[in-house]
């Protein structure tokens, strides 16, 4: 269970999950971005998968909702149990860099947003920004070259709200999850899973439309 409570490198959980999330043989992190508003399908999104995954990672653009999500982690224990252990949340172009978080009645925390951040799972290091201070519709050179500064080998972004998934030079993975309430270039309301495996530089990513029915895998097109 997660301990909701903020630390010193900014990622929500405590220091004992995430080191153990560092050295994990495999994990699996869920992505989420740009739900401005929608905070209902972060909470759906969550219960559906959280119990599946090691940790979540937030790019942007509905901090505000992912404090929601916090707080119903503290009214609801039934859904507490399925928020991932350690959790990644960075500022969009349309959030605050920190939002008021009650952890108990007596208790009123800042939870800080920050522009970028970092996250070790098995031994890889994830880059993940929303991404509005780099020129994404016209590639992501930008972005790689800033995440070479934290020695990241996966990059995580949102804001263009296409989902998108390539492999830059060398061996970078760097994934958009795309927007699970605006989504654009007629793709879907969608999100992601990233699976990782200590010593391997293969990034298993599946994304995930949003339907009616249910979360259905799918396959976005190269934008770039």
Not at 40 to 52: K, M, N, P, V
Not at 80 to 88: D, H, L, N, R
Not at 89 to 110: C, H, K, M, Q, W
């Amino acid at each position: 269970m997660n301990s909701l409570i903020q630390q010193l490198n900014l990622l929500i959980g405590n220091t004992q999950a995430m080191e153990s999330l560092a050295q994990k043989d495999e994990a699996t992190v869920l992505i989420v971005s740009d739900s401005h508003g929608q905070y209902y399908r972060l909470l759906d999104i969550t219960s559906a998968f959280g119990t599946q995954c090691d940790a979540m990672i937030f790019c942007g653009d509905g901090c505000g909702d992912m404090i929601y999500l916090l707080e119903e982690a503290v009214a609801d224990k039934e859904f507490a149990e399925k928020v991932p252990s350690v959790i990644g949340l960075v500022e969009g172009n349309n959030d605050s860099d920190s939002y008021s978080f009650a952890l108990n009645p007596e208790t009123i925390n800042r939870i800080r947003c920050p522009l970028r951040n970092t996250m070790k799972v098995c031994g890889h290091n994830i880059f993940f920004t929303h991404g509005h201070r780099c020129s994404l519709f016209y590639g992501s050179d930008e972005l790689v070259e800033m995440s070479k500064t934290e020695n990241a080998d996966v990059v995580l972004f949102g804001h263009t709200h296409i989902a998108c998934s390539e492999l830059k030079a060398p061996k970078i993975n760097v994934i958009n999850p795309g927007s699970i309430s605006l989504p654009r270039s007629g793709q879907p309301p969608c999100f992601a899973t990233l699976r990782l495996k200590k010593n391997s530089s293969f990034a298993d990513v599946t994304f995930y439309q949003i339907t009616a029915k249910g979360y259905i895998p799918f396959i976005p097109r190269e934008i770039w």
